[in-house]
Nanobody, 124 residues
Framework: QVQLVESGGGLVQPGGSLRLSCAASKFTLDNYAVGWFRQAPGNRPEGVSCIMSIDGTTYYTDSVKGRFTISRDNAKTTMYLQMNSLGPADTAVYYC?????????????????RGQGTQVTVSS
């Protein structure tokens, strides 16, 4: 089972940017759909973005389209989420996760592996 470790969270002012990283160990991300979901206090988890390993197709929830970009390195051991134009509504714990499909990860909220999460706080 792939193990995932996130990094890159922190405090940023509204309008700022952050880049989250998700490093995989034990296995590469080759055979997985990998992506990010977030959970704010008192809210249900929300699927944010996902990338398919088989062809690199990407998916984004509507609230982050045009602001967030998901990518993966060529070795397929690290995934990234570039987040621009951040606002207070983006404040949450962000988790990277691996699943069989992006639908499973983003819509069903099901995953094979999940990282421990990294806090993103957008505040002035």
């Amino acid at each position: 089972q792939v193990q995932l470790v996130e990094s890159g969270g922190g405090l940023v002012q509204p309008g700022g940017s952050l880049r989250l990283s998700c490093a995989a160990s034990k296995f590469t991300l080759d055979n997985y759909a990998v992506g990010w979901f977030r959970q704010a206090p008192g809210n249900r988890p929300e699927g944010v973005s996902c990338i398919m390993s088989i062809d690199g197709t990407t998916y984004y929830t509507d609230s982050v389209k045009g602001r967030f970009t998901i990518s993966r390195d060529n070795a397929k051991t690290t995934m990234y989420l570039q987040m621009n134009s951040l606002g207070p509504a983006d404040t949450a714990v962000y988790y990277c996760a691996a699943a069989r499909t992006c639908w499973q990860l983003l819509v069903d909220g099901e995953y094979t592996s999940r990282g421990q999460g990294t806090q993103v706080t957008v505040s002035s």
